[in-house]
């Protein structure tokens, strides 16, 4: 069963169309929620961390919000400069030992 | 500051025959860790590095892959013998702060 799940895994936008990426989790005992962008052929960029439900962080068009089974990513009016796959991954305890687990990302294109 | 440095950035070898990929982490940042990314699917945990001290190996198949990472800087990671299933990039990433990653372009292995 996989422990971190995104949705969805591909998404087509306009220009200046807003939208938002899900991150939803099964780990219990969350230590922290991780957003990261990867472009093709390098290796991911940390973008934000979110350590507790209602914790909410931004940065330019990107805002990341956390509950106590998702993390949503927003993205507000996007340019086809975002365009990227993004990755969440979360830390919390997984069978007695604390774990790190990515999620398979979602691929977003936005078209000028 | 200087990023995450990984060589080579590509490498093409026969199953059976050994690689060794190489990892210098951001100056200062204690844990290094490796990770592999198969096509379309999020990074997974090979190894985490706390210093000179493995922190997490539990992924990591220990048949045929190995790490090393000496004086708590650099780090190397080999695979002998290599399986087709092994062709994947191999990431790697250094943090200050909990999971806080900075990762380096990867190493694009092809085994055929």
């Known amino acids: 069963e996989d422990q971190v799940t995104q949705s969805p895994e591909a998404l087509r936008l306009q220009e200046g169309e807003s939208s938002s990426l899900n991150c939803s989790y099964t780990?219990?005992?969350?230590?922290?929620l991780f957003w990261y962008r990867q472009d093709p052929g390098k290796g991911p960029e940390f973008l934000f961390t979110l350590y507790s439900a209602g914790e909410e962080k931004e940065k330019e068009r990107l805002k990341a919000t956390l509950t106590k089974k998702e993390s949503f990513l927003h993205i507000t009016a996007p340019k086809p400069e975002d365009s990227a796959t993004y990755l969440c991954a979360v830390w919390g305890t997984q069978g007695g030992s604390e774990k790190l687990v990515f999620g398979k990302g979602t691929k977003l294109t936005v078209n000028p | 500051e200087a990023g995450v440095a990984q060589s080579p950035r590509y490498k093409i070898i026969e199953k059976r025959q050994s690689v060794a990929f190489w990892c210098n982490p951001i100056?200062?940042?204690?844990?290094l860790y490796w990770y592999q990314q198969i096509l379309g699917q999020g990074p997974k945990l090979l190894i985490q590095?706390?210093?000179?001290?493995?922190?997490?190996d539990s992924q990591l198949p220990k048949d045929r892959f190995s790490a090393e990472r000496l004086k708590g800087v650099d780090s190397t990671l080999k695979i002998q013998p290599a399986k087709l299933e092994d062709s994947a990039v191999y990431l790697c990433?250094?943090?200050?702060?909990?999971?806080?990653?900075?990762f380096g372009p990867g190493t694009r292995l092809t085994v055929t």
């Open positions: 780990v219990s005992g969350l230590r922290g």
């Open positions: 100056s200062g940042h204690a844990t």
């Open positions: 990433a250094s943090s200050l702060v909990n999971y806080e990653q900075y």
């Open positions: 590095f706390q210093n000179n001290g493995v922190v997490d």
